[in-house]
Protein backbone atom coordinates (compact mmCIF):
# COMPACT_ATOMS: atom_id res chain seq x y z
CA UNK A 1 0.00 0.00 0.00
CA UNK A 2 1.01 3.29 -0.92
CA UNK A 3 2.35 5.55 2.11
CA UNK A 4 2.77 9.31 2.64
CA UNK A 5 6.16 10.36 2.64
CA UNK A 6 6.12 12.20 5.77
CA UNK A 7 6.99 9.74 8.14
CA UNK A 8 10.06 7.82 6.05
CA UNK A 9 11.82 11.54 5.67
CA UNK A 10 11.33 12.29 8.63
CA UNK A 11 13.59 9.37 10.18
CA UNK A 12 15.95 9.68 7.42
CA UNK A 13 16.34 13.45 8.76
CA UNK A 14 16.78 12.48 12.04
CA UNK A 15 18.98 9.22 10.85
CA UNK A 16 21.31 11.34 8.77
CA UNK A 17 20.75 9.46 5.38
CA UNK A 18 17.92 10.45 2.58
CA UNK A 19 15.35 8.91 0.96
CA UNK A 20 15.73 8.73 -3.14
CA UNK A 21 12.56 9.75 -5.05
CA UNK A 22 13.59 8.25 -8.61
CA UNK A 23 11.41 9.87 -11.64
CA UNK A 24 9.61 6.68 -13.63
CA UNK A 25 8.56 7.02 -17.02
CA UNK A 26 6.64 3.28 -17.99
CA UNK A 27 6.53 0.21 -16.61
CA UNK A 28 9.89 -0.75 -16.96
CA UNK A 29 11.30 2.39 -14.73
CA UNK A 30 8.19 1.33 -12.38
CA UNK A 31 9.63 -2.28 -11.86
CA UNK A 32 13.08 -1.77 -11.75
CA UNK A 33 13.03 0.90 -8.81
CA UNK A 34 10.50 -0.97 -6.33
CA UNK A 35 12.35 -4.37 -7.03
CA UNK A 36 15.48 -2.71 -6.16
CA UNK A 37 14.04 -1.01 -3.38
CA UNK A 38 12.43 -4.33 -2.03
CA UNK A 39 15.97 -5.85 -2.44
CA UNK A 40 17.68 -3.46 -0.68
CA UNK A 41 15.02 -2.97 2.47
CA UNK A 42 15.12 0.55 1.46
CA UNK A 43 12.20 3.17 1.17
CA UNK A 44 11.68 4.54 -2.13
CA UNK A 45 9.42 7.71 -3.45
CA UNK A 46 8.03 7.10 -7.23
CA UNK A 47 8.27 10.83 -8.60
CA UNK A 48 6.17 11.44 -11.40
CA UNK A 49 6.18 14.83 -13.45
CA UNK A 50 3.52 16.40 -15.25
CA UNK A 51 5.10 15.36 -18.61
CA UNK A 52 5.31 11.98 -17.16
CA UNK A 53 2.18 11.86 -16.29
CA UNK A 54 0.62 12.76 -19.39
CA UNK A 55 3.03 10.26 -21.57
CA UNK A 56 1.85 7.55 -19.42
CA UNK A 57 -2.46 8.40 -20.56
CA UNK A 58 -2.60 10.26 -16.82
CA UNK A 59 -2.93 10.34 -13.26
CA UNK A 60 -5.56 7.19 -12.56
CA UNK A 61 -2.92 5.21 -14.90
CA UNK A 62 0.10 5.92 -13.26
CA UNK A 63 -1.71 4.84 -9.86
CA UNK A 64 -3.22 1.54 -11.20
CA UNK A 65 -0.16 0.37 -12.65
CA UNK A 66 1.96 1.18 -9.32
CA UNK A 67 -0.80 -0.51 -6.89
CA UNK A 68 -1.40 -3.61 -9.38
CA UNK A 69 2.39 -3.94 -9.43
CA UNK A 70 2.95 -3.45 -5.77
CA UNK A 71 0.35 -6.14 -4.92
CA UNK A 72 1.75 -8.61 -7.74
CA UNK A 73 5.51 -7.96 -6.87
CA UNK A 74 4.86 -8.94 -3.11
CA UNK A 75 6.25 -5.16 -2.02
CA UNK A 76 6.67 -4.20 1.27
CA UNK A 77 8.77 -1.62 1.90
CA UNK A 78 7.34 1.84 2.37
CA UNK A 79 6.41 3.23 -1.29
CA UNK A 80 5.25 6.86 -1.86
CA UNK A 81 3.99 7.97 -5.13
CA UNK A 82 4.52 11.61 -5.49
CA UNK A 83 3.74 14.06 -8.24
CA UNK A 84 6.47 16.12 -9.42
CA UNK A 85 6.96 19.97 -9.51
CA UNK A 86 3.17 20.04 -9.85
CA UNK A 87 1.00 22.74 -10.68
CA UNK A 88 -2.12 24.27 -9.17
CA UNK A 89 -3.96 22.14 -10.98
CA UNK A 90 -1.70 19.04 -11.38
CA UNK A 91 -1.54 18.41 -7.68
CA UNK A 92 -5.81 18.69 -7.25
CA UNK A 93 -5.75 15.72 -9.90
CA UNK A 94 -3.29 13.84 -8.56
CA UNK A 95 -5.35 13.92 -4.73
CA UNK A 96 -8.44 12.87 -7.17
CA UNK A 97 -6.39 9.82 -8.47
CA UNK A 98 -4.62 8.30 -5.59
CA UNK A 99 -1.41 9.58 -5.52
CA UNK A 100 -0.18 9.47 -1.67
CA UNK A 101 2.38 12.31 -1.76
CA UNK A 102 2.42 15.73 -4.06
CA UNK A 103 4.79 18.70 -4.61
CA UNK A 104 3.48 22.09 -5.03
CA UNK A 105 5.25 24.12 -7.02
CA UNK A 106 5.27 27.64 -6.74
CA UNK A 107 8.32 28.93 -7.42
CA UNK A 108 8.04 30.69 -10.14
CA UNK A 109 5.18 32.23 -8.79
CA UNK A 110 5.21 35.67 -6.80
CA UNK A 111 5.86 34.68 -2.98
CA UNK A 112 2.30 35.66 -1.50
CA UNK A 113 0.78 33.35 -4.54
CA UNK A 114 3.10 30.31 -3.46
CA UNK A 115 1.64 30.89 0.29
CA UNK A 116 -1.59 31.49 -0.74
CA UNK A 117 -1.57 27.99 -2.71
CA UNK A 118 0.28 25.95 -0.39
CA UNK A 119 -1.75 26.96 2.15
CA UNK A 120 -4.97 25.59 0.30
CA UNK A 121 -2.50 22.17 -0.40
CA UNK A 122 -1.58 21.64 3.29
CA UNK A 123 -5.50 21.45 4.52
CA UNK A 124 -5.99 18.80 1.20
CA UNK A 125 -2.95 17.17 2.02
CA UNK A 126 -3.69 16.94 5.87
CA UNK A 127 -7.51 15.18 4.65
CA UNK A 128 -6.07 13.05 2.68
CA UNK A 129 -3.42 11.94 4.86
CA UNK A 130 -1.10 12.81 2.11
CA UNK A 131 2.59 14.71 2.09
CA UNK A 132 2.93 18.18 0.32
CA UNK A 133 6.71 19.49 -0.60
CA UNK A 134 6.63 22.86 -1.82
CA UNK A 135 9.85 25.11 -3.40
CA UNK A 136 11.36 28.70 -3.02
CA UNK A 137 13.73 29.47 -5.38
CA UNK A 138 13.96 27.87 -8.69
CA UNK A 139 16.17 25.11 -9.62
CA UNK A 140 18.01 25.52 -12.72
CA UNK A 141 18.42 23.54 -15.62
CA UNK A 142 15.55 21.87 -17.99
CA UNK A 143 12.51 20.40 -16.21
CA UNK A 144 9.66 20.09 -18.71
CA UNK A 145 11.07 22.76 -20.91
CA UNK A 146 11.67 25.36 -17.96
CA UNK A 147 15.36 26.40 -17.99
CA UNK A 148 16.81 28.32 -15.47
CA UNK A 149 20.53 28.62 -14.06
CA UNK A 150 20.40 26.97 -10.11
CA UNK A 151 19.14 30.25 -8.24
CA UNK A 152 19.56 30.15 -4.79
CA UNK A 153 16.79 30.57 -2.26
CA UNK A 154 15.71 33.05 0.64
CA UNK A 155 15.68 31.63 3.97
CA UNK A 156 13.33 33.88 4.81
CA UNK A 157 11.00 32.34 2.12
CA UNK A 158 11.63 29.52 3.40
CA UNK A 159 10.55 29.93 7.04
CA UNK A 160 7.66 31.53 5.78
CA UNK A 161 6.51 28.38 3.39
CA UNK A 162 7.61 25.81 6.38
CA UNK A 163 5.40 27.25 8.80
CA UNK A 164 2.65 27.03 6.61
CA UNK A 165 2.47 23.08 7.38
CA UNK A 166 4.06 21.43 4.69
CA UNK A 167 6.05 17.98 4.98
CA UNK A 168 9.44 19.09 3.36
CA UNK A 169 10.62 21.88 1.56
CA UNK A 170 13.27 21.83 -2.06
CA UNK A 171 15.19 25.58 -1.95
CA UNK A 172 17.58 25.99 -4.68
CA UNK A 173 20.65 26.21 -3.87
CA UNK A 174 22.68 26.23 -6.88
CA UNK A 175 21.29 22.98 -7.87
CA UNK A 176 19.80 22.08 -11.35
CA UNK A 177 18.01 19.30 -13.50
CA UNK A 178 19.80 17.78 -16.22
CA UNK A 179 23.51 17.55 -16.62
CA UNK A 180 25.45 19.91 -14.77
CA UNK A 181 27.75 22.44 -17.12
CA UNK A 182 31.29 22.53 -17.12
CA UNK A 183 31.35 25.60 -14.92
CA UNK A 184 28.77 25.04 -12.84
CA UNK A 185 29.70 26.65 -9.29
CA UNK A 186 28.25 23.55 -6.75
CA UNK A 187 26.53 23.70 -4.02
CA UNK A 188 26.12 26.43 -2.06
CA UNK A 189 26.66 25.03 1.63
CA UNK A 190 26.28 28.62 2.99
CA UNK A 191 22.25 28.56 1.49
CA UNK A 192 21.58 25.33 3.00
CA UNK A 193 23.02 25.77 6.33
CA UNK A 194 21.27 29.46 6.57
CA UNK A 195 17.53 27.37 5.63
CA UNK A 196 18.13 24.99 8.08
CA UNK A 197 18.99 27.41 10.72
CA UNK A 198 15.68 28.60 10.11
CA UNK A 199 13.44 25.66 9.17
CA UNK A 200 14.40 22.92 12.01
CA UNK A 201 13.55 19.64 11.41
CA UNK A 202 12.03 20.11 8.58
CA UNK A 203 13.45 17.28 6.05
CA UNK A 204 15.50 19.52 3.01
CA UNK A 205 14.82 17.95 -0.48
CA UNK A 206 17.75 18.58 -3.39
CA UNK A 207 16.28 18.31 -6.84
CA UNK A 208 18.78 17.97 -9.58
CA UNK A 209 20.53 14.81 -7.99
CA UNK A 210 22.22 13.62 -11.18
CA UNK A 211 26.06 14.65 -11.32
CA UNK A 212 26.11 16.11 -7.86
CA UNK A 213 29.84 14.75 -6.65
CA UNK A 214 29.46 12.25 -3.90
CA UNK A 215 31.26 14.05 -1.31
CA UNK A 216 28.72 17.01 -1.64
CA UNK A 217 25.43 14.74 -1.47
CA UNK A 218 26.85 13.39 1.93
CA UNK A 219 27.59 16.99 3.05
CA UNK A 220 24.21 18.33 2.25
CA UNK A 221 22.68 15.23 4.03
CA UNK A 222 24.40 15.85 6.69
CA UNK A 223 22.78 19.60 6.60
CA UNK A 224 19.45 18.37 6.60
CA UNK A 225 18.84 17.02 3.23
CA UNK A 226 16.70 14.25 3.29
CA UNK A 227 15.52 13.75 0.08
CA UNK A 228 17.26 13.30 -3.12
CA UNK A 229 15.46 13.45 -6.28
CA UNK A 230 17.12 11.54 -9.37
CA UNK A 231 15.97 11.37 -12.93
CA UNK A 232 18.77 12.25 -15.19
CA UNK A 233 21.19 9.39 -14.47
CA UNK A 234 18.63 6.97 -14.79
CA UNK A 235 17.53 7.68 -18.45
CA UNK A 236 21.39 7.80 -19.46
CA UNK A 237 22.24 4.46 -17.87
CA UNK A 238 19.21 3.20 -19.69
CA UNK A 239 20.13 4.66 -22.67
CA UNK A 240 23.22 3.41 -22.59
CA UNK A 241 22.40 -0.44 -22.26
CA UNK A 242 19.82 0.00 -25.17
CA UNK A 243 22.99 1.75 -27.46
CA UNK A 244 25.18 -1.39 -26.96
CA UNK A 245 22.21 -4.32 -27.26
CA UNK A 246 21.19 -2.43 -30.62
CA UNK A 247 25.01 -1.83 -31.80
CA UNK A 248 25.71 -5.50 -31.05
CA UNK A 249 23.49 -6.82 -33.04
CA UNK A 250 21.72 -8.28 -31.04
CA UNK A 251 17.94 -6.77 -31.76
CA UNK A 252 18.48 -9.12 -35.00
CA UNK A 253 19.77 -12.28 -33.52
CA UNK A 254 16.73 -14.75 -32.54
CA UNK A 255 13.78 -12.76 -31.18
CA UNK A 256 15.95 -10.21 -29.99
CA UNK A 257 13.81 -7.79 -31.46
CA UNK A 258 10.98 -8.57 -28.54
CA UNK A 259 11.00 -5.61 -26.52
CA UNK A 260 10.87 -8.04 -23.29
CA UNK A 261 14.36 -8.74 -24.56
CA UNK A 262 15.06 -5.56 -26.43
CA UNK A 263 14.69 -3.42 -22.86
CA UNK A 264 16.08 -5.95 -20.73
CA UNK A 265 19.53 -4.13 -20.45
CA UNK A 266 18.30 -0.71 -19.99
CA UNK A 267 15.70 -2.47 -17.08
CA UNK A 268 18.98 -3.72 -15.54
CA UNK A 269 20.97 -0.77 -16.17
CA UNK A 270 18.04 1.64 -13.74
CA UNK A 271 18.36 -1.42 -10.99
CA UNK A 272 22.37 -0.89 -11.04
CA UNK A 273 21.68 2.91 -10.79
CA UNK A 274 19.24 3.33 -8.31
CA UNK A 275 21.36 0.48 -5.88
CA UNK A 276 24.40 2.59 -6.10
CA UNK A 277 22.22 6.40 -5.75
CA UNK A 278 20.60 3.90 -2.30
CA UNK A 279 24.06 3.20 -1.36
CA UNK A 280 25.36 6.75 -1.16
CA UNK A 281 22.01 8.10 0.05
CA UNK A 282 21.93 5.50 3.13
CA UNK A 283 18.83 4.44 2.71
CA UNK A 284 20.05 0.96 2.34
CA UNK A 285 18.04 -1.08 5.17
CA UNK A 286 16.08 1.37 6.28
CA UNK A 287 12.58 0.21 5.58
Not at 1 to 15: F, I, N, P, R
Not at 36 to 41: K, L, P
Request: with cysteine; charged share 20%.
Amino acid sequence: MLVSAKEMLQKAKAGHYAVGQFNINNLEWTKAILLTAQENNSPVILGVSEGAGKYMTGYKTVVGMVNGMMEELNITVPVALHLDHGSYDACLKCVEAGFSSIMYDGSHSPIEENVANTKKLVEICAEHGMSLEAEVGSIGGEEDGVVGMGECADPQECKRIADLGIDFLAAGIGNIHGKYPANWKGLSFETLDAIQQLTGDMPLVLHGGTGIPTDMIKKAISLGVAKINVNTECQLSFAAATREYIEAGKDQQGKGYDPRKLLAPGFEAIKKTVKEKMEIFGSIDKA
